[in-house]
């Protein structure tokens, strides 16, 4: 109720403003019009025959009053504008008065400068395969899981070939998988697998869980392209890059062992001067061979090298100063094989060609040069090719 005659307030004060301004328009057509007709009748006075001053200007006075009595309206006529303003104001009442509060609540709400915001449509991207967009390690031990594929589908997570759970994508075609049972340190190879129609990622996720816990730990996305760091170690410990073994052969190449964080990548310097990079296996091993020439005996060295994440920026290194010693003249040195190595790999950091691992399976009489054993001695011959 209070509605209406808020309305009808309104609606008062509106119709008086419209009968003032209809009446003060209607003055003003009137004077116009008076001023037009003596102007008229000037001009017409030009042309007649002189007369008294005084006769004149009686004649002109009554024939100007007489004409705009003839012309003016008389009665209603003289006020048909504000008298149809009122009408129609009144016809506008009476609409509202019949109409329901329903409607004239819509009215209200249509006429107010509050702009309504339209509500937020997120678009939905569906991917072709399975993706991966989180694989963290947790305080726990624990991984958490997330990616993307195709709305309201199920999806399997592979843990190294072997279906560990199936979860359901939502309305936006994401999943999470977290299970609450500790992973045991080690490498894991996680990938995932659509179901109905059955459809395989493309990339896969290495992970290292690292006994000293997930400040430690690493994981990997790799793809055709290569590998994206996921999970960065934020704390480093000794032994997580260390050096086992420098050799510097008589052919002016330097060869270092050691151990690192899997999948990462360690690069070698002597004295500042890049030499490589080569990639630490899963086993945490890496081997990296470079030419340096030939060194002055006596004359000190500071062999540099550092650990990197997918990023590129350095987490650890390692320096190790010596003096070159005088060389012995011997034309072989020894290796000792670890988890994961292959011959190609110890003859290109050694030989400076992988191609060349038949000369050392022929000195260490390996029948089948795919087939090495961890810890097992290999000479390798490197006076063969120091001339080559």
């Given at each position: 109720m209070?509605?209406?005659?808020?309305?009808?307030?309104?609606l008062?004060?509106?119709?008086?403003?419209?009968?003032?301004l209809?009446?003060?328009?209607?003055n003003?057509?009137?004077?116009?019009?008076?001023?037009?007709?003596?102007?008229?009748?000037?001009?017409?006075?030009?042309?007649?025959?002189?007369?008294?001053k005084?006769?004149?200007?009686?004649?002109?006075?009554?024939?100007?009053?007489?004409?705009?009595n003839?012309?003016?309206?008389s009665?209603i006529?003289?006020?048909?504008?504000?008298i149809?303003c009122?009408?129609?104001?009144?016809?506008l009442?009476?609409?509202?008065?019949?109409?329901?509060?329903?409607?004239?609540?819509?009215?209200?709400?249509?006429?107010?400068?509050?702009?309504?915001?339209?509500?937020?449509?997120?678009?939905?991207?569906?991917?072709?395969?399975?993706?991966?967009?989180?694989?963290?390690?947790?305080?726990?031990?624990?991984?958490?899981?997330?990616?993307?594929?195709?709305?309201?589908?199920?999806?399997?997570?592979?843990?190294?070939?072997?279906v560990?759970a199936?979860?359901?994508?939502?309305?936006?075609?994401?999943?999470?998988?977290?299970?609450?049972?500790?992973?045991?340190?080690?490498?894991?190879?996680?990938?995932?697998?659509?179901?109905?129609?059955?459809?395989k990622?493309?990339e896969?996720?290495?992970?290292?869980?690292s006994?000293?816990?997930?400040?430690?730990?690493?994981?990997?996305?790799?793809?055709a392209?290569?590998?994206?760091?996921?999970?960065?170690?934020?704390?480093?410990?000794?032994?997580d890059?260390?050096?086992?073994?420098?050799?510097?052969?008589?052919?002016?190449?330097?060869?270092?062992?050691g151990?690192?964080?899997?999948?990462?990548?360690?690069?070698?310097?002597?004295?500042?001067?890049?030499?490589?990079?080569?990639?630490?296996?899963?086993h945490?091993?890496?081997?990296?061979?470079?030419?340096?020439?030939?060194?002055?005996?006596?004359?000190?060295?500071?062999?540099?090298?550092?650990?990197?994440d997918?990023?590129?920026?350095?987490?650890?290194?390692?320096?190790?100063?010596?003096e070159?010693?005088?060389?012995?003249?011997?034309?072989?040195?020894?290796?000792?094989?670890?988890?994961?190595?292959?011959?190609?790999?110890?003859a290109?950091?050694?030989?400076?060609?992988?191609?060349?691992?038949?000369?050392?399976?022929?000195?260490?009489n390996?029948?089948?040069?795919d087939?090495?054993?961890?810890?097992?001695?290999?000479?390798?011959?490197?006076?063969?090719?120091?001339?080559?």
């Amino acid at each position: 109720m209070s509605k209406n005659n808020t309305f009808f307030k309104r609606l008062k004060r509106s119709t008086e403003e419209l009968i003032n301004l209809s009446i003060a328009q209607q003055n003003s057509w009137m004077e116009k019009r008076r001023n037009f007709a003596r102007r008229f009748l000037k001009t017409l006075n030009i042309f007649a025959r002189p007369a008294p001053k005084e006769e004149v200007d009686t004649k002109v006075v009554s024939a100007t009053i007489n004409e705009q009595n003839e012309k003016r309206p008389s009665g209603i006529s003289a006020y048909w504008f504000p008298i149809s303003c009122v009408a129609l104001v009144i016809l506008l009442a009476i609409w509202v008065m019949i109409t329901p509060l329903k409607s004239v609540t819509t009215v209200a709400t249509t006429n107010t400068s509050a702009v309504v915001p339209e509500p937020v449509v997120r678009k939905v991207e569906e991917v072709s395969v399975p993706t991966f967009d989180i694989v963290r390690i947790e305080d726990e031990g624990t991984v958490v899981i997330a990616g993307r594929w195709v709305a309201n589908r199920n999806i399997s997570v592979l843990i190294d070939d072997k279906v560990v759970a199936t979860e359901r994508t939502d309305d936006n075609g994401e999943f999470v998988y977290a299970p609450t049972r500790k992973f045991e340190t080690g490498n894991y190879t996680i990938s995932l697998i659509g179901v109905d129609p059955e459809v395989k990622s493309e990339e896969n996720v290495f992970v290292y869980i690292s006994p000293r816990g997930y400040k430690n730990s690493i994981s990997l996305l790799m793809s055709a392209d290569g590998s994206t760091l996921l999970q960065a170690p934020t704390l480093l410990a000794d032994g997580d890059l260390s050096v086992s073994k420098i050799d510097y052969l008589d052919t002016g190449r330097i060869v270092v062992n050691g151990n690192a964080l899997p999948r990462l990548r360690v690069s070698l310097a002597l004295n500042d001067k890049y030499l490589g990079v080569a990639k630490v296996s899963d086993h945490k091993y890496f081997g990296l061979g470079a030419d340096v020439g030939q060194l002055e005996i006596g004359k000190k060295y500071t062999l540099t090298i550092r650990l990197h994440d997918g990023d590129g920026r350095t987490i650890a290194q390692v320096g190790h100063t010596f003096e070159m010693p005088e060389m012995t003249g011997d034309d072989n040195t020894y290796y000792t094989v670890r988890k994961g190595d292959c011959l190609w790999v110890i003859a290109r950091n050694f030989l400076r060609k992988g191609v060349l691992f038949s000369i050392i399976a022929e000195r260490n009489n390996i029948e089948n040069p795919d087939l090495i054993y961890p810890e097992q001695l290999l000479q390798i011959p490197v006076g063969e090719v120091k001339n080559e």
